[in-house]
């Protein structure tokens, strides 16, 4: 799955690129950096593949969550609806804007369940932020047949399914806007980095400005730009950038790698009958950056995860008990334990995060079994891999 695996000369060349005109800051310095934009040209290729009209570049994807929920308007006291399956960033986005977390059931999609989301809707409801989990879609077309119905803001969290979609449409634009990650171990990798992406140029400008400490970007001349709105810094820079638009040009390949690889694993796991699989509601978009599939039991889905680490099967997950993606582990979170006074601890009726409990859930993530598609295998290598993690669901069905 990540991008790291096939670093090499392309990326390298656009690192030299910048670093032969030492403009390492994406703004500014016009005539030293000698035609070279990287993160710009990122941003219009990143807008051409996807669809949408915009896409800016920012430092991280939780900055880009963050970037997304300021330029929507969503702040302090406003209802946000998350799954409690996603990375920390998701929960932790929200609570920095001063917004509240609502959590809401995921089903077979490993993502967000419309008919949870619907029973989650209060009068402080603002946004529905539905994840694009483990490289493929939530009902992306229900949730937004909500958000529409019930006039909320929808925002794609697809930090894991970048090149996904649904029907044809590129993951993350179906709501007013796209957020995502390029880190060490994404797909594609800017080593840090991220991007939204929106049709709306309003949404656009707002984020632009926030991204950058309010600046405009409108004078040509840092020192001269106006400052429509108090801003962060969430900046990408043009090394960061180099490295992410080299990746971007390979992510057609990479993909087809992921799905080649995952077709032989999940084929040969279909002659295991009490075997079941990911609900999918588009295979044809589905990134195969993952392959997930449900054991009878908890007990049998963790014995294979342990089953496949013995067998030196890497990158094998058991989200259940996964201490950075998965509610049940969150501590720190439950009790809101922070370096300084969260703007959230100063609202009242907040829910009772240490009593909250998802029944839904817990049952299909105790029984999930989650392994990543690398894509440096070899066919024999992959061929192999399938054949060891038969052995093991077997062995642990019998055992």
């Known amino acids: 799955m990540p991008g790291f695996e096939i670093i090499d000369d392309a990326e390298r060349k656009e690192v030299l690129d910048v670093l032969e005109t030492g403009v390492l800051h994406r703004y500014g310095f016009d005539a030293a950096r000698k035609g070279h934009w990287k993160a710009k040209t990122f941003e219009a290729e990143f807008a051409r593949r996807t669809g949408a009209k915009y896409c800016l570049l920012v430092s991280s994807g939780t900055a880009a969550l963050s970037t997304a929920l300021a330029a929507n308007g969503i702040g302090a006291g406003d209802e946000v609806i998350i799954p409690p399956f996603t990375f920390v960033a998701t929960f932790e986005a929200v609570i920095w804007a001063g917004a509240i977390p609502i959590f809401s059931e995921i089903d077979h999609t490993l993502c967000l369940d419309p ?125 960061q950038a180099a490295v992410g638009l080299a990746q971007l040009r390979k992510l057609d390949l990479i993909l087809e790698k992921q799905r080649s690889h995952k077709k032989t694993v999940k084929e040969a796991l279909q ?61 720190h979170f439950k009790s809101l334990k922070s370096a300084a006074r969260l703007p959230v601890q100063l609202l009242d009726n907040l829910p009772d995060y240490k009593k909250i409990e998802f029944p839904q859930s817990d049952e299909i993530l105790s029984r999930a079994v989650c392994m990543l598609i690398p894509l440096s295998l070899t066919p024999e290598a992959v061929q192999q891999r399938a054949e060891t993690t038969v052995d093991v669901v077997r062995k642990a069905l019998s055992g």
């Open 271 to 331: 002659s295991i009958p009490q075997v079941t699989f990911r609900e999918i509601p588009d295979e044809n978009g589905d990134t195969a950056t993952f392959l997930t599939y449900f054991m009878p039991t908890a007990s049998t889905a963790r014995d294979v995860v342990q089953g496949l680490t013995k067998a030196d099967i890497g990158g094998c997950f058991y989200w259940y008990d996964n201490k950075w993606h998965y509610f049940r582990k969150w501590e």
């Open 115 to 239: 008919a949870s989301v619907k029973e989650k809707i209060t009068p402080r409801t603002k946004a529905v932020l539905p994840v694009h989990m483990c490289g493929s879609m939530a009902h992306i077309d229900e949730i937004k047949t909500l958000c529409d119905k019930k006039g909320l803001i929808l925002i794609e969290d697809v930090a894991q399914s970048v090149g996904g979609s649904f029907k044809g449409k590129a993951l993350g634009t179906f709501g007013h806007m796209g957020s995502f990650s390029f880190d060490p171990v994404k797909t594609i990798t800017c080593g840090e980095g991220g991007a939204i992406i929106t049709d709306d140029e309003e949404r656009y400008r707002r984020a632009d400005y926030h991204a950058d400490h309010g600046h405009d970007h409108a004078a040509g001349d840092r020192g001269l730009d106006d400052h429509p709105i108090l801003g962060n810094n969430f900046r990408i820079s043009e090394l």
